[in-house]
C-alpha cells in the first residue's frame, strides 16, 4: 500500500474557494479520488480521476469542484469553488492501486459558513 498525506482543508465562508493537495508514495497508482463524509451518513465520492486524466463528478459538486494530478509527483488536487453550507465535511484522498488495494488519506476538515 501506499501512504497518502491530505493538506489544505480549512474553514472558509460560503462562497469561497479552497485547494485540497493529496500526495502519495510509492509507485503503482492508478486511479485517485477524493471523498467526504458527514457525521452520521455514509462516506460519499466527490471525484476521482484515472492516471490518464479522465474524471468523473459526484452531480452536486460538477461545475464547482475540479480534480486534476500531478502523476509525476503523485499528488491529487481538488479545486473547489463557490462552497456552499452543504460542502461542509471530512475529506478523504484514496489512490487505487494496479493490484486493486486501495489506500485512503487521514482526512482534511472543510468546514464552510453560511
Known amino acids: 500500500q501506499v501512504q497518502l498525506v491530505e493538506s489544505g482543508g480549512d474553514l472558509v465562508q460560503a462562497g469561497g474557494s479552497l485547494r485540497l493537495s493529496c500526495a502519495a508514495s510509492?509507485?503503482?497508482?492508478?486511479?485517485m479520488g477524493w471523498y467526504r463524509q458527514v457525521p452520521g451518513k455514509q462516506r460519499e465520492l466527490v471525484a476521482a480521476?484515472?492516471?490518464?486524466?479522465?474524471?468523473n463528478y459526484a452531480g452536486s459538486v460538477k461545475g464547482r469542484f475540479t480534480i486534476s494530478r500531478d502523476n509525476a509527483k503523485n499528488t491529487v488536487y481538488l479545486q473547489m469553488n463557490s462552497l456552499k453550507s452543504e460542502d461542509t465535511a471530512v475529506y478523504y484522498c484514496?489512490?487505487?492501486?494496479?493490484?486493486?488495494?486501495?489506500?485512503w488519506g487521514q482526512g482534511t476538515q472543510v468546514t464552510v459558513s453560511s
Open positions: 510509492g509507485s503503482s497508482i492508478a486511479a
Open positions: 480521476i484515472t492516471r490518464a486524466g479522465s474524471t
Open positions: 484514496y489512490a487505487d492501486l494496479y493490484s486493486m488495494l486501495r489506500s
